[in-house]
């Protein structure tokens, strides 16, 4: 049995990391591979936990949230879902660490730099993080999958390391079609577009994960789930597409939430989620609107009805995504225009894509 070490971000509060992470864990090990994340957090990893607490326009709008939520509560609720989701599903390296020092013993088969914007400098405090271009360890081969340089080019300070380092990948995978553009600039060797790890596990194995693993909904209940990871949310489109398709179809706002504060505009806020529950709150919901990547993609999964919201300072992700599978017209639909999903041809587009992607992956181990 093979062993592979995963390296990706997966301590950010943030469910798209998350849900990436555990998809490409469970897939590996669905597959007979000994697989394991490795137990590694970049330094500035905790930016994106105080994005989450932003305010509009201000740092200090930061702060008075950030204090809000230490006096009342509020970081209560997902350190509470990340401590659930972290201790039920991830298979992890030994000890935590934050210097890739620490990991110069680590001995895998194969080295995974997994999906997510690991390639990102904005993600990792400013700079490239060598341990997301596995320059640690001992393994036979090394391989990236699906893993995103975001939607900034790669600056030039930049580019002479990434190619010495990924010269040393027996594959490289990427997920967006920029990313493969971007990276075969600068290297003389093919570039593989391959689909999210979420995609890797079908609707219907999400669908088993949260009945397993949650009991969210008890009842029959028809709401609206809204989910936003950038300040779009505070955008006055944003508010006015939520409030029109809440009033048009009779339903109420379920918001996902960082904090209890940013939004009046819901009928419910939802707190501190684990992973299942929110498979079942996407699920259950009869529109999902949102600005997240993983938001769109496992709405997609579930074959749900949904809204994209455009993330205007990250778009490539969601429109490379909805383009393949010929729904950009999901992008900012209004009520006038809405219609319901036509899955049918949809599915195929997905299953064939899931399939390219799953041989690509085995292959990229196993040859």
């Known amino acids: 049995m093979k062993r592979i070490g995963i390296v990706t971000f997966f301590q950010s509060y ?11 864990q469970a897939f590996l090990r669905g597959r007979g591979y000994d697989a394991q994340i490795v137990n590694y957090s970049n330094l500035h990893d905790d930016e994106k936990l105080k994005m989450a607490f932003k305010g509009k326009n201000s740092y200090m709008g930061y702060l008075i949230s950030f204090a809000k939520n230490i006096l009342f509560g509020g970081m209560h609720y997902y ?79 930049d580019k002479a390391l990434m190619k ?44 088993l994960f949260a009945k397993q693993y949650s009991d969210y909904l008890e009842n029959d209940q028809k709401y609206i789930l809204t989910y936003f990871v950038s300040l779009e949310k505070y955008s006055e489109h944003c508010i006015n597409l939520v409030k029109t398709y809440s009033e048009s179809l009779g339903l109420p ?48 999964n579930l074959g749900k009805n949904f809204v994209a919201v455009e993330n205007r300072g990250n778009p490539y992700r969601t429109r490379n995504l909805l383009s393949r599978l010929n729904l950009l017209d999901r992008i900012d639909m209004d009520i006038e225009n809405y219609s319901k999903v036509d899955y049918s041809n949809v599915t195929v587009l997905l299953n064939d894509f899931r399939k390219e992607s799953v041989d690509w992956f085995c292959e990229a181990i196993e040859n």
């Open 14 to 24: 943030n469910y798209g990391v998350w849900f990436q992470a555990y998809a490409t």
């Open 79 to 157: 350190r509470k879902g990340f401590k659930k989701h972290l201790n039920t599903f991830y298979s992890l390296s030994s000890e935590h660490c934050t210097q890739i020092e620490n990991l110069s013993d680590l001995h895998y088969d194969v080295l995974v730099a997994g999906s997510d914007q690991i390639w990102n400098p904005e993600t990792t405090g400013g700079t490239l993080d060598p341990v997301f271009l596995l320059q640690f360890g001992i393994a036979d081969k090394r391989i990236s999958y699906a893993s995103s340089i975001g939607s900034t080019e790669i600056r030039e300070q």
């Open 164 to 207: 010495k380092a990924l010269e040393e990948f027996s594959y490289i995978s990427v997920r967006e079609t920029f990313a493969k553009q971007q990276l075969e600039k600068i290297m003389n060797r093919n570039i593989n577009v391959v689909c999210d790890p979420t995609f890797l596990l079908t609707g219907e194995e999400w669908r």
């Open 253 to 300: 706002v379920w918001a996902v939430q960082f904090t209890r504060y940013y939004s009046k505009n819901c009928d419910k806020k939802i707190l501190g989620a684990s992973i299942a529950d929110m498979i079942r709150l996407i699920e259950h919901a009869e529109l999902i609107i949102t600005d997240s990547f993983h938001g769109v993609a496992l709405s997609v």
